[in-house]
């Protein structure tokens, strides 16, 4: 079922021209002026062959498979209101560990969740009702949602686009992509509606968005998709859609069509400094959900293939450092102890460029497609290594049994040793630590490259340009035969209260 059309319709403009029938004259008669009335051209006027088409057709169409979706939960508040920053954004319904809670946490202005910083908010009577937004995918009652709509709730029930209202039960959640599937069983045929084809959204697009914003239902507004590929920083597998659409609390789980009536994104948060449309919505785009839906369908949650590194982009710097000619791939910045990583033989300051001989683009691709493969899975992956690519074995594991991924604690720093070092032209003051592993920072030049790229007094430097350091004449050694190799850039491994990471920092030829 579709609501396919064309936007084919002609305009022909025609202007009527005519000249000015008669000019101002002025005329004596008696010392009085007179004037002669002037002629205007007549006015422009448009005649379409065909009327130009709106969005009735694709809304008529895909309309009947959009439903309300109305959770029950337990005796505590739990109204649904669509994630977002600003007045109003549903944060307090987010559980701690929700991948967008993070993201919104950052945004906390004035007003945010509808109080000033440092005013607590009133007590307000639990509410054991929320009210989203969701679309049936199969004719048998297969309908998607958002798993922050569902999240918690133990009765659910789904109102239709003519008054009905049925009872479903939840199939499967997964807060990482923010979906979630719901199934009403009932003696009909419902209306459904397909994912559009892979990426297939560009830029510009016309999408609609029809929804329950703020409980009124059935409500339709569009837009155009103003960006893609967004990292709200909510996870690793962000890749959301922006669109301008007008999209509000409870719209939640609705979808974004495009022309066609296909399904090109599930609406999920929303910028909002005023806790309304500001035209600033994120969609999850129709390939993650795809995929997503289906696992939730067979087995009511969703296997993804665990390598089990940390790893951080490489930049234009990091490449340059590391004798890159691409700023691509992951580089790994620790593999966790008795991961399949680890076991492979990954290191830190290894650089993924490639899976199975599939280009890694960024850290994010390397954390889909690793995921994408599955459990059990052996796969090869192309590595950069101190100036060689090698090729690495790794059978996958399986993300749901890889148990947690925290930084440890850092604990107190250690106070600096007595004996330091300047490097000068880093703008760092180090010493060996006592254990005898690494450089600590003891003091950063407030106007350097260094404390620009936030290394902190405290932190340690554990390797430069993947050397191990014990002491500054290693450090001072390794710099200079990046010197003699013409690089512009070292590339240090810093741990500290942050984790460890990669920070390349520019140096001095000699």
């Given at each position: 079922m579709t609501g396919t059309f064309t936007r084919n319709a002609k305009l022909k403009t025609i202007l009527k021209g005519s000249a000015v029938a008669g000019l101002a004259t002025a005329m004596i008669y008696?010392?009085?002026?007179?004037?002669?009335?002037?002629?205007?051209?007549?006015?422009?006027?448009?005649?379409?062959?065909?009327?130009?088409?709106?969005?009735?057709?694709?809304?008529?169409?895909?309309?009947?498979?959009?439903?309300?979706?109305?959770?029950?939960?337990?005796?505590?508040?739990?109204?649904?209101?669509?994630?977002?920053?600003?007045?109003?954004?549903?944060?307090?319904?987010?559980?701690?560990?929700?991948?967008?809670?993070?993201?919104?946490?950052?945004?906390?202005?004035?007003?945010?969740?509808?109080?000033?910083?440092?005013?607590?908010?009133?007590?307000q009577q639990a509410r054991p009702m929320s009210q989203g937004s969701g679309f049936f995918i199969s004719e048998d009652g297969y309908l998607v949602t958002n798993n922050h709509v569902?999240?918690?709730?133990?009765?659910?029930?789904?109102?239709?686009?003519?008054?009905?209202?049925?009872?479903?039960?939840?199939?499967?959640?997964?807060?990482?992509?923010?979906?979630?599937?719901?199934?009403?069983?009932?003696?009909?045929?419902?209306?459904?509606?397909?994912?559009?084809?892979?990426?297939?959204?560009?830029?510009?697009?016309?999408?609609?968005?029809?929804?329950n914003p703020f409980g009124l239902g059935g409500s339709v507004t569009a837009g155009i998709v103003s960006a893609l590929g967004r990292d709200l920083g909510s996870g690793p597998y962000d890749d959301y859609i922006q669109i301008d659409a007008a999209v509000n609390r409870g719209n939640s789980g609705g979808p974004a069509f495009n022309l066609n009536g296909e399904v090109v994104g599930i609406n999920t948060a929303i910028f909002s400094p005023s806790g309304g449309n500001v035209g600033i919505a994120f969609a999850i785009p129709a390939y993650v959900a795809q995929d997503v839906v289906q696992d939730l369908i067979e087995d009511g949650e969703v296997e993804r293939g665990w390598l089990g590194v940390q790893i951080q982009p490489v930049n234009a710097d990091v490449a340059e450092s590391l004798g890159l000619e691409k700023d691509q791939g992951a580089l790994v910045v620790e593999p966790q102890e008795?991961?399949?990583?680890?076991?492979?033989?990954?290191?830190?300051?290894?650089?993924?460029?490639?899976?199975?001989?599939?280009?890694?683009?960024?850290?994010?691709?390397?954390?889909?497609?690793?995921?994408?493969?599955?459990?059990?899975?052996?796969?090869?992956?192309?590595?950069?290594?101190?100036g060689e690519t090698k090729s690495i074995e790794v059978t996958l594991g399986d993300l749901a049994n890889a148990g947690g991924n925290a930084q440890q604690d850092?604990?107190?720093?250690?106070?600096a040793p007595a004996k330091q070092d300047d490097l000068p032209s880093l703008g760092l003051t180090v010493a060996p630590t006592e254990s005898g592993d690494g450089l600590l920072v003891a003091e950063v030049d407030p106007d350097s490259e260094a404390a620009a790229r936030g290394i902190s007094e405290g932190d340690r430097i554990a390797s430069i340009n993947n050397t191990e350091v014990k002491d500054v004449a290693e450090a001072k050694d390794i710099l200079a035969e990046a010197r003699k190799s013409d690089r512009d850039h070292a590339l240090f491994q810093i741990e500290g209260e942050r984790g460890s990471r990669f920070v390349a920092l520019p140096i001095e030829r000699g």
């Amino acid at each position: 079922m579709t609501g396919t059309f064309t936007r084919n319709a002609k305009l022909k403009t025609i202007l009527k021209g005519s000249a000015v029938a008669g000019l101002a004259t002025a005329m004596i008669y008696g010392g009085a002026i007179g004037h002669v009335a002037p002629a205007f051209a007549d006015p422009v006027t448009v005649e379409a062959e065909a009327a130009a088409p709106g969005f009735a057709e694709v809304v008529t169409a895909v309309s009947p498979a959009v439903v309300s979706v109305r959770v029950k939960g337990d005796a505590k508040q739990v109204s649904e209101q669509m994630p977002g920053f600003g007045s109003g954004n549903g944060l307090e319904d987010l559980p701690e560990n929700h991948p967008l809670r993070r993201f919104f946490e950052q945004f906390g202005g004035p007003g945010f969740g509808g109080m000033p910083h440092g005013e607590s908010r009133p007590p307000q009577q639990a509410r054991p009702m929320s009210q989203g937004s969701g679309f049936f995918i199969s004719e048998d009652g297969y309908l998607v949602t958002n798993n922050h709509v569902v999240e918690d709730g133990t009765e659910f029930s789904v109102l239709l686009d003519d008054g009905t209202e049925l009872d479903a039960k939840l199939i499967g959640k997964d807060s990482r992509t923010d979906l979630a599937v719901l199934k009403v069983d009932a003696k009909r045929k419902f209306t459904y509606v397909d994912f559009a084809a892979d990426r297939k959204a560009r830029v510009g697009d016309w999408v609609v968005a029809v929804g329950n914003p703020f409980g009124l239902g059935g409500s339709v507004t569009a837009g155009i998709v103003s960006a893609l590929g967004r990292d709200l920083g909510s996870g690793p597998y962000d890749d959301y859609i922006q669109i301008d659409a007008a999209v509000n609390r409870g719209n939640s789980g609705g979808p974004a069509f495009n022309l066609n009536g296909e399904v090109v994104g599930i609406n999920t948060a929303i910028f909002s400094p005023s806790g309304g449309n500001v035209g600033i919505a994120f969609a999850i785009p129709a390939y993650v959900a795809q995929d997503v839906v289906q696992d939730l369908i067979e087995d009511g949650e969703v296997e993804r293939g665990w390598l089990g590194v940390q790893i951080q982009p490489v930049n234009a710097d990091v490449a340059e450092s590391l004798g890159l000619e691409k700023d691509q791939g992951a580089l790994v910045v620790e593999p966790q102890e008795g991961s399949p990583g680890a076991k492979a033989g990954l290191e830190a300051g290894d650089v993924i460029l490639a899976l199975d001989g599939k280009p890694i683009k960024s850290a994010r691709d390397l954390s889909v497609k690793v995921a994408s493969a599955g459990p059990s899975t052996e796969v090869d992956l192309s590595v950069w290594r101190k100036g060689e690519t090698k090729s690495i074995e790794v059978t996958l594991g399986d993300l749901a049994n890889a148990g947690g991924n925290a930084q440890q604690d850092e604990g107190e720093r250690a106070p600096a040793p007595a004996k330091q070092d300047d490097l000068p032209s880093l703008g760092l003051t180090v010493a060996p630590t006592e254990s005898g592993d690494g450089l600590l920072v003891a003091e950063v030049d407030p106007d350097s490259e260094a404390a620009a790229r936030g290394i902190s007094e405290g932190d340690r430097i554990a390797s430069i340009n993947n050397t191990e350091v014990k002491d500054v004449a290693e450090a001072k050694d390794i710099l200079a035969e990046a010197r003699k190799s013409d690089r512009d850039h070292a590339l240090f491994q810093i741990e500290g209260e942050r984790g460890s990471r990669f920070v390349a920092l520019p140096i001095e030829r000699g």
